[in-house]
């Protein structure tokens, strides 16, 4: 299994611009959650959807901040505009359903806003 | 509310000896709990959980964890420590409130395993 994959790794972008972050899960889960990572917050979960549906998204920050899930194999987190503040490093996780089931991280995209 | 609390944010260890990182948790259900690892610059890896059943709990890289009821912990051991076990631990727990199927997850501690 390839596990879950997220790209891109490292965007560095300008503050105001518009940042897209991709997610593949792993193929069978059918939860996917984002969290955001940072020195001062720690794991924040933003977002999380259960068969392609969002459930909680009160972690998201603000209205800049969007998520999709279009099928069970893709997702998106999309901020616009972007503000330095946004810099994180922004984790998808995937599961099955189910209270024992663990979470399988991706690697990461580490966001850079200037 | 769940949450779980690491008290110690740098654990130091010499190599060969036995480790210890702590957590303590609380929940309104069933405690559902779990160790992962994080490496630099890499995602959460997960170590092992406890779920239901033997109160010792084995996982991943030599890695065990005790759960303990009464004291509400779930501390995570190792009975040799490695340098190449340094790296960054979170205990989490499920969320049996409103996103049944997240995990809440400590502020995390960081273990250093000096040669």
């Known amino acids: 299994d390839a596990g879950v994959i997220q790209s891109p790794r490292h965007e560095v972008t300008e503050m105001g611009q518009e940042v897209t972050l991709r997610c593949k899960p792993i193929?069978?889960?059918?939860?996917l959650f984002w969290y955001r990572q940072t020195m001062m917050r720690g794991l924040e979960l933003l977002i999380y959807f259960n068969n392609n549906v969002p459930i909680d998204d009160s972690g998201m920050p603000e209205d800049r901040f969007s998520a999709k899930m279009p099928n069970a194999s893709f997702s998106t987190l999309k901020i616009q505009p972007s503000e330095p503040r946004d810099s994180a490093v922004y984790f998808c996780?995937?599961?099955?359903?189910?209270?024992?089931?663990?979470?399988?991280f991706g690697e990461g995209s580490r966001l850079t806003v200037l | 509310a769940q949450s779980v609390a690491q008290p110690e944010d740098q654990v130091n260890v010499a190599e060969g000896n036995p480790l210890t990182v702590k957590c303590t948790y609380s929940?309104?259900?069933?405690?559902?709990l779990f160790w992962y690892v994080q490496y630099p610059n890499r995602g959460l890896q997960f170590l092992l959980k406890?779920?239901?059943?033997?109160?010792l709990v084995k996982g991943s890289y030599g890695f065990e964890a005790e759960f303990n009821k009464s004291q509400t912990s779930f501390h995570l051991k190792k009975p040799s420590a490695l340098v190449s076990d340094s790296a960054l631990y979170f205990c989490?727990?499920?969320?049996?409130?409103?996103?049944?199927?997240?995990?809440?997850f400590g502020k995390g501690t960081k273990l250093s395993v000096k040669p």
């Open positions: 929940v309104s259900g069933n405690p559902y």
């Open positions: 406890y779920i239901t059943g033997d109160n």
């Open positions: 989490a727990v499920r969320d049996w409130g409103g996103s049944q199927g997240n995990l809440i």
């Open positions: 193929s069978g889960h059918n939860s």
């Open positions: 996780a995937s599961s099955r359903t189910g209270g024992g089931g663990e979470l399988f």
